[in-house]
C-alpha cells in the first residue's frame, strides 16, 4: 500500500512538473478557472479588434513568456512589443527560452527586455498577461480594464494562468511555450479576420 502511494505521488509530481511547472502553479491554474467560472475574469477574455493598434505582451521578467510571444506574433505580421512587471532593462532572454523557441522557428538571441518603468502606454494598445495577478498590477500603473486581455484564454486548451517556466524542466519550458505559441497565433488569426489595425498589410 505504501509503495502504491509513493507511486501514485511520483506520477503527480512528473504530471505536474511537465504541465504546470510546480504544485503552486497548478493551484494558481486552478484558481484562475475558478475565477473565470465565477465571472470574474469576464472583462479580461475577450477583445474589441477595431481598437487594437498593437499587441503588447507582459509577463515578470520580459524574458522567457512575453518576449516569445511578441516574437511569434511578430512572426505573424503583427505590431507588437513585450515588457517585464520587474525586470532591468535590456536583459537578454533566458538561456532554455532561446533554445525551446527555435524549436518554433522563432529566434530570442537578441531579445533584450524592457521594463514596465520604461514602456510608454499609447491608445489602442492591448495588453496581454500570463497570470491574473498581472492584471490587477497593470490596473493599479493606470492601464485602462478595457485595454488588459489575459493571453491563455486563447491557448488550446484554455490556460489562463501561464505559469513562469524561469528555472523549471525544459518539458514545462516545452509545454509553457506550446500554450502561447497556441494562443498568440489564435489570437492573431481573430484580429486578422476582423481586419484589427494591428495587423499589418
Known amino acids: 500500500m505504501f509503495k502504491r502511494l509513493k507511486q501514485a505521488s511520483q506520477t503527480f509530481q512528473q504530471l505536474t512538473s511537465v504541465n504546470y511547472g510546480t504544485f503552486r502553479g497548478w493551484v494558481r491554474c486552478v484558481l484562475a478557472q475558478l475565477e473565470w467560472i465565477a465571472g470574474r475574469t469576464d472583462r479580461f477574455v475577450t477583445v474589441q479588434p477595431e481598437s487594437v493598434n498593437r499587441l503588447v505582451f507582459v509577463c515578470l521578467g520580459n524574458i522567457n513568456r512575453s518576449a516569445f510571444a511578441a516574437a511569434?506574433?511578430?512572426?505573424?505580421g503583427v505590431?507588437?512589443?513585450?515588457l517585464g512587471l520587474a525586470t532591468t532593462t535590456g536583459a537578454p532572454a533566458f538561456e532554455?527560452?532561446?533554445?525551446?523557441?527555435?524549436?518554433f522557428g522563432i529566434d530570442l538571441s537578441t531579445h533584450a527586455a524592457t521594463d514596465f518603468s520604461d514602456f510608454v502606454y499609447r491608445p489602442g494598445d492591448l495588453l496581454l498577461v500570463m497570470e491574473i495577478r498581472h492584471v490587477h498590477?497593470?490596473?493599479?500603473q493606470g492601464i485602462p480594464p478595457t485595454a488588459i486581455a489575459l493571453l491563455g484564454a486563447w491557448s488550446s486548451?484554455?490556460?489562463l494562468h501561464l505559469h513562469d517556466p524561469a528555472l523549471q524542466s525544459d518539458h514545462y519550458f516545452m509545454t509553457c511555450f506550446v500554450l502561447i505559441h497556441s494562443?498568440?497565433?489564435?489570437?492573431?488569426?481573430?484580429?486578422r479576420s476582423a481586419r484589427s489595425p494591428c495587423v499589418l498589410p
Not at 511569434?72 to 505573424?76: D, G, P, Q
Not at 498590477?137 to 493599479?140: N, V
Open 137 to 140: 498590477r497593470l490596473l493599479a
Open 183 to 191: 494562443a498568440t497565433v489564435s489570437l492573431v488569426e481573430e484580429l
Open 72 to 76: 511569434v506574433a511578430r512572426s505573424r
Open 157 to 159: 486548451p484554455r490556460r
Open 79 to 82: 505590431r507588437t512589443s513585450s
Open 96 to 103: 532554455t527560452a532561446v533554445t525551446t523557441a527555435r524549436r
